[in-house]
């Protein structure tokens, strides 16, 4: 269970980064195409949202049920403690799915913090 726990953080943490570097481009995107994509906006009949800023509220969303994966996570590992019954390993094993937990709890809140930061920022450069 440990390892697949370390695995899917790390995994997670991959996406983040990913999702953090592409955040930047599809605003840049954003610039470049804008009259091609009110064009095509108006021709699907869909909303007048910027890219920059659909991509800020997905990352949002994702970054919020990772959050949400990561306490899951933390609740089972103190289940798992207080039904170890004084068992060391057990014990031990829940002490590092915990603080694997905390640890992911850290890097998503970071996370959240750069994304708020990076598209706020953008959107006020674009807006002048």
């Known amino acids: 269970m440990k390892i697949s726990t370390q695995k899917f953080l790390l995994s997670a943490s991959i996406v983040l980064l990913f999702i953090l570097l592409l955040s930047p481009v599809f605003v840049k995107a ?33 970054l919020s049920i990772l959050g949400l994966v990561a306490l899951i996570i933390f609740i089972f590992a103190g289940f798992q403690w207080m039904t170890s019954g004084g068992n060391k390993e057990k014990i031990q094993g829940a002490q590092k799915l915990m603080s694997s937990a905390v640890i992911g709890l850290v890097i998503i809140i970071l996370a959240y913090a750069i994304v708020i930061f990076v598209v706020d920022s953008l959107s006020t450069v674009t807006n002048k």
């Open 30 to 62: 954003d610039l470049v195409l804008n009259d091609n994509l009110s064009q095509f906006q108006t021709g699907a009949g869909i909303g007048q949202a910027k890219i920059g800023t659909v991509v800020g509220k997905v990352t949002k969303a994702v």
